[in-house]
């Protein structure tokens, strides 16, 4: 059962995503931004922000945060904890590395 | 010329080197054994470059060019291993001999480690050189728990940057409250709150007896039975003088190399300098003092030996702690004692506490917590030995003068007072040195004197006498106000600083100026990047990372995530082959609405981001920069060729404009409008730059502004021919490029500056206005049409507007 409900999905070579930057990966119909904040260090949060659903890979990336486009609100990339004083959490999705590709567990 | 070695490539050692080329550059050729695989670098500002992934580069302080101006032969990562007195020869550990005339011992300290079961793990260091730092950051990747041995100065500032550095640490430390050397009791507690709110954690009166773990250390046992764990230890308990090599060579050594009042040591021709030395009993561990001897030392070996000066007499000591947000300044005997009696502040509510212990009608120590403003102050009193019988509380502690209208303490400072510390640079100094050479910021101040290019601590002072010697020059509007949360720099300085250090990238500049926030946000990323390219504008790129969606996918962002397409009509002018291919693209692609803008073009509404480059590319326009911080658009009027009032060419004068200025990178978005009479009907009077045309001559009109605080536009002048107007938009335009803070409006920058101080600039003179307009064509020069540059370059187009959809 549990292999039905959590899948690992290969999100494209590691050199289609930008450093220090995300990038958004589409898996049906849910919207992942996926940040790489070092050469290995990946982290994927869904595309939406907790405010208005302002799309969250196209925000600017500062360290673990990222500041959405639409009202600037901060987000934290690792847990996807919204920074004081706004308040508000999007889901986080377990990322890995594998012969150089990107994996999602969704 | 005769030979000079120096042992040691170190603070105190290359000091003294500066001293002795600046007072005669052809005295000596000069060699150095140099341990570390470096040049000489601010050993201060270590605490700094391990809160951010700073480089080495950002802290050298004499860099390779430097050693090579001077003919100096660095012997990089070469130990000195043994000195022969007698035929004055050093010897390196690869082998070479080195003869010298005059020998410098400048072989600084070695950290104190505790001599305990597992101190030899890996995992455990000190805190002293480039390289414990860089095992710290290293660490940081990996571990998580850090534990601090030692709650000083340097425990303290390790411990803040390993927190910056995104690990949990405990400090533990023997004493029951921090910095004991240098604080009381109250100050102390004040300090741990401080820090704990900061994130620390305290472990005190805790003496640590072994370090566990495999090969790797794992964690700390205590004498009480109890222990933490931890993956990174730091042993920050003291430092001892390095002086084996000297012992070795038979040179007179007690606790450090014995040197006497002009740094001579025990054999003839060899001296020290720094802290390897003991001088009268005293061994230093600040730079102060050792900036002091190599002053002493190059006099003595440059000057006149028959008529000696006084020598080294010693030095007062004083400890500032640099941990952000933290302003602790301590000073003399600050203890209580039976024939001693205190003034005291204590505010905690505020975190203010201030004591300034005397003894006999004199201040003899002094703690100061939360406001260090009167340390200088304090310090001199105390070197003056001054009576104070006669002074109320204010007059000792003038930051306690809180009625309206009181001035920061250095005003009432005497000019031969110390301003900072560090580099023994007094008022007077600074003063001089801002009156002559005409400097108006604390970079300037610190290039030109020295001061605050240690420790940094004394810049909020030489800022105040800065504002205080320049007087009206330093307005109101020009008093600080930092960038943002990640930094105290206010953004004139953060420009200063990447022009005078030349730093093109924006996490240099970040590093560099020690941000708060290493890697910065929202706000101070785009406004450092446009300063950079703004300074350097042919040797910078624009960094993508810093740019605000709309610049970075050049559309403008919409509340569904989706983006608008405004392509330029140059002059609000269009034909019917334009408007043909704008509608093919808006049935091609779907486009959910077509729109008149209020600047005088169409706006294709409702777009995906991955359709962007397509469309620009049916489209064949050049992108309108309709979300760029930028020149946006040439409004015009209808002008001469058709109008019955008209008197002007207004379109063409606009698309000239337009042209010539497309898409250039300004502080916030300019708009303009071109109209032929005074009717107006371009709205030239509320826009950044408005022309309306007269009979034979143009009035440009400027800071006009139609949106949130409306302003009318001020007449700037009235010229004749169209060379004279771009000329004129040329320089007014760059001025503002030079001079505004990002962000900041036309109309606003106009207020702050003042029209007659712009006028005076751009209009009445002449020089100035054609070198303004000759750096706006470098930067003109620089433009490069965006959208063609995205549908070329598949890179951009992959990492910026694609998504990876899974299969
Ligand atoms: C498209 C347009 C409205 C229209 O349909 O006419 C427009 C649309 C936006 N304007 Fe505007 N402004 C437009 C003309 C104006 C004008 C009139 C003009 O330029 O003649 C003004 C007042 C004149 C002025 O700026 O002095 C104007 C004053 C503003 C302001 C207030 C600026 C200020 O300093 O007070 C903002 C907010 C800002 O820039 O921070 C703004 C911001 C915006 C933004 C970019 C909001 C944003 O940040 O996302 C809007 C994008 C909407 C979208 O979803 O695409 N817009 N905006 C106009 C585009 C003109 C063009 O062709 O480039
Ligand atoms: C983290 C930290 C923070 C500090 N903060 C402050 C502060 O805020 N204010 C302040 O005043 N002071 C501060 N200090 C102290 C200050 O840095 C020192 O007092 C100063 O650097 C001493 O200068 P020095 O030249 O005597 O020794 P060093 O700068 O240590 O130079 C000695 C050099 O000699 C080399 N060397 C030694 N033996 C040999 C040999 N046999 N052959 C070749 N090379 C050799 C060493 O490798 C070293 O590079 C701080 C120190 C540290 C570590
Ligand atoms: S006035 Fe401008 S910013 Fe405001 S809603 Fe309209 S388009 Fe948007
Ligand atoms: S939608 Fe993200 S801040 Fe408003």
Redesign the interface.
Request: avoid cysteine; glycine fraction near 16%.
């Given at each position: 059962m549990q292999e039905l409900i959590n899948k690992q999905?290969?999100?494209?070579h590691v050199s289609?995503f930008?450093v220090?930057?995300s990038?958004?990966?589409?898996?049906?119909s849910l919207?992942l931004a996926?940040f790489r904040l070092e050469e290995d260090e990946f982290y994927t949060i869904k595309n939406e922000c907790p405010h208005?659903?302002?799309?969250l890979?196209?925000?600017?990336?500062?360290?673990e945060h990222v500041?959405c486009?639409?009202h600037?609100w901060?987000i934290s990339v690792k847990d996807g904890q919204a920074a004081a004083p706004d308040e508000g959490c999007v889901e986080t999705y377990e990322t890995e590395i594998k012969n150089d590709h990107v994996f999602i567990t969704v | 010329m005769k030979k000079l070695v120096l042992i040691g490539n170190g603070m105190a050692g290359i000091r003294t080197l500066e001293e002795i080329i600046k007072r005669d550059p052809s005295m000596y050729e000069i060699t150095i054994f140099g341990k570390e695989p470096y040049p000489n670098y601010n050993r201060i500002l270590l605490s700094k470059v391990l809160q951010g992934d700073s480089s080495v580069e950002d802290i050298v302080l004499n860099d390779y060019d430097w050693y090579e101006k001077h003919g100096i032969t660095l012997r990089k990562g070469e130990e000195a291993v043994e000195v022969d007195t007698e035929q004055q020869i050093v010897y390196g550990n690869k082998g070479e001999a080195v003869k010298y005339d005059t020998l410098l011992f400048a072989t600084g300290s070695n950290p104190f480690m505790l001599p305990i079961d597992g101190a030899d793990k890996e995992g455990v260091i000190a805190f002293r050189d480039i390289q414990d730092c860089e095992t710290m950051i290293e660490s940081s990747k990996k571990y998580k728990k850090a534990a601090v041995i030692g709650g000083g100065l340097l425990g303290l500032e390790a411990a803040r940057g390993l927190l910056n550095l995104d690990m949990e640490v405990d400090v533990v430390h023997l004493p029951n409250f921090l910095m004991e050397r240098q604080l009381d009791e109250p100050a102390a507690k004040m300090l741990r709150q401080e820090l704990e709110s900061q994130g620390m954690n305290f472990l005190m009166e805790k003496q640590t007896v072994k370090l566990r773990g495999k090969d790797r250390v794992t964690g700390l046992l205590f004498k009480d039975g109890s222990s933490i764990e931890a993956d990174l230890v730091v042993m920050a308990i003291g430092i001892r003088p390095n002086v084996q090599l000297a012992k070795e060579a038979g040179l007179e050594v007690d606790r450090a190399i014995v040197v006497d009042d002009y740094m001579r040591t025990s054999a003839p021709n060899v001296y020290a300098v720094g802290e390897c030395v003991q001088h009268r009993d005293t061994v230093y561990g600040l730079v102060a003092p050792l900036y002091e001897q190599g002053k002493i030392l190059a006099e003595y070996l440059t000057g006149d030996k028959k008529s000696l000066g006084k020598g080294y007499e010693g030095t007062l000591l004083y400890t500032q702690l640099k941990v952000s947000g933290v302003d602790v300044f301590s000073a003399g005997e600050f203890v209580d004692k039976p024939d001693t009696k205190a003034i005291r502040v204590h505010d905690e509510f505020e975190g203010i506490y201030k004591k300034v212990v005397v003894r006999d009608n004199k201040v003899i120590g002094s703690v100061l917590f939360g406001d260090t403003k009167d340390s200088p102050r304090l310090l001199d009193m105390m070197k003056k030995g001054q009576d104070i019988s006669e002074m109320n509380k204010v007059a000792i502690l003038p930051s306690e003068d809180h009625s309206a209208g009181a001035e920061s303490p250095v005003v009432a400072m005497d000019a031969s007072e110390t301003i900072c510390g560090c580099n023994g640079v007094c008022k007077g100094d600074v003063v001089t040195a801002i009156k002559e050479k005409e400097l108006s910021s604390v970079g300037e101040v610190t290039a030109h004197t020295n001061a605050g290019r240690s420790c940094g601590g004394c810049k909020p002072l030489v800022s105040d006498l800065l504002e205080h010697t320049l007087g009206e020059a330093f307005s109101e509007a020009d008093k600080k106000q930092p960038m943002c949360g990640c930094t105290d720099y206010s953004h004139e300085e953060v420009l200063e600083e990447i022009r005078s250090k030349k730093l093109t990238l924006v996490k240099e500049v970040m590093n560099v100026l020690e941000w708060k926030e290493p890697e910065g946000c929202s706000g101070c990323r785009p406004a450092i990047n446009y300063y950079i390219g703004m300074a350097h504008p042919t040797e910078s790129d624009d960094d993508m990372n810093s740019k605000f969606i709309n610049e970075r996918v050049h559309a403008n962002i919409q509340n569904d995530g989706t983006f608008s397409v405004v392509p330029r009509m140059y002059g609000g002018v269009t034909n019917p082959e334009e408007l043909r291919k704008i509608a093919d693209v808006a049935d091609k692609y779907k486009v959910k609405m077509v729109k008149v803008t209020g600047g005088q073009r169409l706006d294709l509404l409702g777009v995906n981001k991955e359709d962007l480059p397509s469309i620009w590319e049916d489209l064949g326009m050049p992108s309108g920069h309709a979300y760029g911080k930028s020149v946006r658009t040439v409004k015009t009027c209808v002008g001469q060729d058709f109008c019955r009032f008209g008197t002007q060419d207004s379109i063409q004068l606009g698309i000239d404009i337009e042209k010539r200025f497309q898409g250039l990178q300004t502080p916030h978005k300019v708009k303009m409008g071109v109209s032929a009479c005074p009717r107006n009907c371009a709205e030239s009077g509320i826009k950044d730059i408005g022309l309306v045309g007269l009979q034979g001559a143009w009035e440009m009109y400027v800071a006009g502004n139609g949106g949130i605080d409306l302003r009318q536009g001020d007449l700037l002048c009235t010229l004749e021919t169209d060379e004279e107007v771009m000329e004129m938009i040329s320089a007014y335009m760059q001025y503002y490029r030079e001079t505004a803070r990002y962000l900041e409006r036309t109309s606003h920058w106009l207020e702050r500056l003042g029209l007659e101080h712009v006028k005076s600039v751009v209009v009445e003179d002449k020089e100035q206005r054609a070198a303004l307009a000759e750096r706006m064509d470098t930067a003109i020069a620089q433009f490069n049409e965006p959208w063609q540059q995205i549908i070329n370059d598949g890179k951009i187009k992959q990492d910026y507007f694609e998504a990876n959809v899974t299969s």
């Open positions: 999905v290969d999100a494209g289609s930008p220090k930057m990038k958004e990966v589409v898996v049906g919207k996926v208005k659903k302002g799309p890979v196209e925000g600017i990336v500062s360290g500041f486009p639409l600037n901060k | -």
